[in-house]
């Protein structure tokens, strides 16, 4: 096991996710803030800490793109693309709704499904298509 000693105390570990060399975790820093740790797996070492939204619920990694998805409760699921020199790169985040955080990835489909709240008069379910990066409601 491996602390968190950055500020440790504000952290609270909502989501994470393990590659052979990497582990993302997916930490709520304020209400609207959060960020993802990468700690490598082998010495526990913090490598980095990436932006993204509040409430984080849900953390994937696509191996076939080296692309991390985080899904968070201020209505963005937050890309970022993995380089080969080990840096990372910030994609576009992709709208979805407020609360919109709980989320699963389907390497099979190519795509991320992010279950959004509903209200009594409107019901359906938004996809991410990792290849366009677009949002398309099913009804």
Request: glycine residues 8%.
């Amino acid at each position: 096991m491996w602390p968190l000693t950055e500020r440790q105390e504000k952290y609270g570990i909502r989501s994470r996710c393990t590659t052979p060399s990497a582990l993302y975790i997916g930490c709520h820093d304020t209400d609207v803030r959060g960020s993802l740790v990468v700690v490598d797996t082998e010495t526990g070492r913090k490598l980095n800490r990436l932006p993204i939204g509040g409430w984080v619920d849900s953390v994937f990694y696509d191996p076939a793109k080296s692309r991390i998805y985080a899904s968070t409760g201020v209505g963005e699921v937050f890309t970022y693309k993995r380089l080969p020199d080990g840096s990372y790169e910030a994609l576009e985040p992709v709208d979805t709704a407020v609360m919109a955080k709980t989320a699963f990835y389907s390497s099979e489909l190519d795509r991320l499904f992010v279950a959004v709240p509903t209200l009594e008069e409107q019901r359906h379910v938004c996809s991410s298509s990792s290849q366009n990066r677009g949002i398309s409601s099913q009804w």
